[in-house]
């Protein structure tokens, strides 16, 4: 009996030649292998075939690749319809419809049309370890995921199944990373780590909507600007389609048998089941018209007051805030400092980190009326806009005199209703959450993590060094308190976080 060849001679087949198939097939073929793309749909193999020589045509007038690469590309590509032609793979990946029957027919068919094949699927959703079950090798079933686009996205999750063979994990792990790819092990689970973390980015904006605390595009403008997220929830669920997004949610929800922290939207339900599926159907949470996204600037922009701000007085740390101290200080700011429990005071005014807790409730424990919170930033000297909230007893002008103070540093003050955890520190808080969950179920390491969503949702920085920026005791402190005020398990912290804390505190 032969064996498992995966390396740089290995032939490649792919099985489906949609969105995802030919994208993998012009990836394995760029990298030097012969491959074979099949598909049981007239005309999908020729359309793939004429896709893969466009997208290269285009590398070459960019000067990306030569005419030489592309033409040894291109012959390197073997189309066909007859699955018998599949034979002399040594690795296929399937990228067919996502349903488990067809996939496990194909998967029969292949072990017996090959001698000694590993087969991977390329499953969004479908547990490896269900895909193996009942096949003559289960332990050469393994997932291949890639993002689409496949030819441009880096990341690829290398996912081991109950019975996957782990030699053969390892070698497809160094193939792709041969291939240019950020490859990562997962153990097979829903979602994988992708499409698991990620929920939380939808899913909180799609709440603090629901909940009136503000609109899509201050909810947009405020993560894009203090989380540096190329793109806000709803412009990404927008360009996603709000029905695959959704059926993403709806799949991961029943999962993890309706756990609270995937819940998904009546909202995303309602835009999807009215055909508002985003770009594609030329409007969804914004309006599209050619290269226009209207509503985009839409945003709750507080205009400053007048009011002259030349000394302000700062109580104890503000955690990851105090990068404010020398901006206010470069502006021509007096900043006397004092011990305290962590807040700016300027007139009559506190102005507080968010810790999870609504403005309103610091207002209703100081006895103070004019308590404003203001969101977490990655970085506060770049960042072009500050989010604040105002407790629900501020007297007028609060607001437009913390305005005028950020305006001192060259910022914009976006204000959303008095909410726990404003937008980004809750939505960051609940992303470092189901980055910790997916650690502890010993889906994948931190590290890993990191590089998942960095490079497969383009993240500018992954959970966990958001989570060292941070500090595990702020992220503790605004889970429970937002566990607190909703009375909502969905916002429990995770085991992995609360050891963390025991160890930080104890050191
Ligand atoms: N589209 C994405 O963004 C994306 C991202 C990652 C993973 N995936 C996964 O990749 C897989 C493919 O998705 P896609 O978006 O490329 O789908 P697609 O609809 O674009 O392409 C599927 C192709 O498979 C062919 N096909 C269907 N049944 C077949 C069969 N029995 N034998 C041979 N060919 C068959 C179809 O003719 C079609 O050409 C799915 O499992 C999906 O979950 C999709």
Avoid at 50 to 57: A, R, T
Avoid at 219 to 234: L, Q, Y
Avoid at 478 to 505: C, H, M, P, S
């Amino acid at each position: 009996m032969a064996s498992l060849k995966i390396d740089s001679n290995s032939i490649v087949g792919i099985v489906g030649a949609g969105i995802m198939g030919r994208g993998i097939a012009q990836v394995a073929a760029k990298a030097g292998h012969q491959v074979i793309l099949y598909d049981n749909w007239d005309g999908a193999v020729g359309n793939a075939m004429k896709i893969n020589e466009k997208e290269l045509s285009r590398l070459v007038e960019k000067g990306k690749i030569t005419q030489e690469n592309k033409d040894k590309t291109i012959s390197l590509m073997k189309p066909t319809m007859q699955i018998n032609d599949l034979a002399p793979c040594d690795l296929i990946i399937e990228a067919i419809i996502e349903n488990k029957e067809i996939k496990q027919d194909i998967f029969k068919q292949l072990e017996d049309i090959c001698e000694n094949v590993v087969i991977a699927s390329n499953t969004s959703s479908i547990s490896i370890s269900a895909l193996a079950n009942g096949l003559k090798k289960p332990e050469n079933i393994i997932g291949i995921h890639f993002f689409n686009p496949a030819p441009i996205m880096k990341l690829v999750e290398i996912i081991y199944g109950l019975q996957s063979d782990r030699k053969i994990i390892d070698d497809v792990y160094n193939l792709i990373s041969s291939w240019g790819k950020k490859a990562v092990y997962v153990k097979s689970s829903p979602g994988f780590i992708v499409n698991r973390i990620a929920r939380p980015f939808y899913a909180e904006a799609l709440r603090i909507y629901e909940e009136g605390v503000s609109n899509f595009a201050t909810i947009d403008e405020s993560i894009r600007t203090s989380g540096k997220f190329r793109m806000g929830p709803f412009e990404l669920m927008d360009l996603i389609g709000n029905d695959t997004n959704y059926s993403v949610t709806q799949s991961t929800f029943d999962s993890y048998y309706q756990d609270p922290r995937f819940k998904p939207s009546l909202t995303q339900q309602e835009f999807y089941q009215a055909g508002l599926l985003g770009r594609k159907s030329g409007k969804g949470f914004y309006t599209y018209e050619e290269r226009d996204q209207l509503g985009r600037d839409d945003t709750n922009v507080v205009k400053a007051s007048n009011h002259k701000i030349s000394v302000i007085y700062v109580y104890g740390s503000l955690g990851v805030a105090d990068e404010l101290i020398p901006l206010f200080k470069k502006a021509g700011v007096k900043v006397i400092q004092n011990d305290g429990s962590g807040y700016i005071e300027f007139n009559d005014i506190k102005l507080f980190l968010t810790n999870g807790k609504m403005a309103s409730e610091i207002s209703q424990e100081l006895h103070e009326k004019n308590i404003v919170q203001f969101d977490i930033n990655i970085d506060y000297e770049l960042t072009s806009s500050i989010t604040i909230a105002t407790s629900l007893l501020a007297q007028e002008h609060v607001s437009e005199n913390v305005a005028a103070l950020f305006e001192k540093i060259g910022k914009k003050t976006l204000e959303v209703k008095d909410s726990p955890a404003l937008i980004t520190a809750r939505t960051i808080a609940m992303l470092v959450n189901e980055a910790s969950s997916t650690v502890t179920n010993s889906v994948c390491d931190e590290n890993s993590v990191d590089i998942a969503m960095e490079n497969g949702v383009n993240y500018p920085i992954g959970p966990f060094k958001w989570l060292n920026k941070l500090g595990v005791g702020s992220i503790i402190t605004i889970l429970d308190n937002l566990e607190v005020f909703y009375k909502d398990t969905r916002y429990r912290a995770d085991r992995g976080l609360l050891e963390k804390n025991i160890i930080d505190r104890f050191n």
